[in-house]
Nanobody, 130 residues
Framework: EVQLQASGGGLVQAGGSLRLSCAAS????????IGWFRQAPGKEREGVSC????????YYADSVRGRFTISSDNAKNTLYLQMNSLKPDDTAVYYC???????????????????????WGQGTLVTVSS
């Protein structure tokens, strides 16, 4: 059974940092693209960042590029999202999701879209105060 467990959310002041983790089980991490999404109150869920563990390719939304860093520990089947210089606009529930890399055509061109993903974890709330 595929499971994704996100953690690490919390309350932080603007300018601060948080690191989110997503523990994965039930599938071969190397064969999947793993992504972070977020959903703010009243807004659509949006792609934040994603990574292919097999080749190290990464994608970042424009809104977070330069502030967030995605990484994976394949030995631990764990995905991370290091979030620095946080802004109140980053406040949202953050979700991790997984899709077999072949379904993306071995490229991350569409990994920021919700539609391709097969598996979703529960969210972790990040609140950034001004």
């Amino acid at each position: 059974e595929v499971q994704l467990q996100a953690s690490g959310g919390g309350l932080v002041q603007a300018g601060g940092s948080l690191r989110l983790s997503c523990a994965a089980s039930g599938f071969n991490f190397d064969d999947y693209a793993i992504g972070w999404f977020r959903q703010a109150p009243g807004k659509e869920r949006e792609g934040v960042s994603c990574i292919s563990s097999s080749d190290g390719m990464t994608y970042y939304a424009d809104s977070v590029r330069g502030r967030f860093t995605i990484s994976s520990d394949n030995a631990k089947n764990t995905l991370y999202l290091q979030m620095n210089s946080l802004k109140p606009d980053d406040t949202a529930v953050y979700y991790c999701a997984a899709v077999p890399y072949y379904k993306l055509g071995y490229t991350l061109g569409v990994c920021g879209q919700r539609r391709p993903y097969d598996y979703w974890g529960q969210g972790t709330l990040v609140t950034v105060s001004s």
